[in-house]
C-alpha cells in the first residue's frame, strides 16, 4: 500500500526556518515523483516544490523560489523541504504526494498524484 506522511511542521517566526520531512513507504521512491503542496485557511491548494525521479532537479512556484529547497533520500525512502526566510504568507497545511508518471510541472498542477498525506502545519508569526 502505497503511503506518505509528513513531519516537521510547527510555529516560527518570521525570517525563521524548517524543515518538513516526507517519509514514503509501500513504493520504490526512485520511480516517483514527489511534490510539496500547501493550503491556506480560505485559499485554494497551491504546488509549491517537486523533485522529479528523472533528472533530480527540483522544481518550485514562484513565491518560494531561493528560500525553499526540496531534496531527497531515496535510500531512507524520505523527501525533505527545507524552508528558510519563511513569511507570514506562508502559513499554511502542508502536503506531500507522490506520482508515478507525469512530469514535475504536470504534478505542481495536480496531475498524476496517486497518493496524500495528512499533511502539517507550519505557522509563521511573530
Known amino acids: 500500500q502505497l503511503q506518505v506522511a509528513e513531519s516537521g511542521g510547527g510555529l516560527v517566526q518570521p525570517g525563521g526556518s524548517l524543515r518538513l520531512s516526507c517519509a514514503t513507504s509501500?513504493?520504490?521512491?526512485?520511480?516517483?515523483?514527489i511534490g510539496w503542496f500547501r493550503q491556506a485557511p480560505g485559499k485554494e491548494r497551491e504546488g509549491v516544490s517537486c523533485t522529479s525521479s528523472r533528472d533530480g532537479r527540483g522544481y518550485y512556484t514562484d513565491s518560494v523560489k531561493g528560500r525553499f529547497t526540496i531534496s531527497r533520500d531515496n535510500a531512507k525512502k524520505l523527501v525533505y523541504l527545507q524552508m528558510d526566510s519563511l513569511k507570514p504568507e506562508d502559513t499554511a497545511m502542508y502536503y506531500c504526494?507522490?506520482?508515478?508518471?507525469?512530469?514535475?510541472?504536470?504534478?505542481?498542477?495536480?496531475?498524476?498524484?496517486?497518493?496524500w498525506g495528512q499533511g502539517t502545519l507550519v505557522t509563521v508569526s511573530p
Open positions: 504526494a507522490a506520482a508515478l508518471s507525469g512530469s514535475c510541472p504536470s504534478v505542481l498542477a495536480g496531475r498524476y498524484l496517486e497518493v
Open positions: 509501500g513504493f520504490t521512491l526512485d520511480y516517483f515523483a
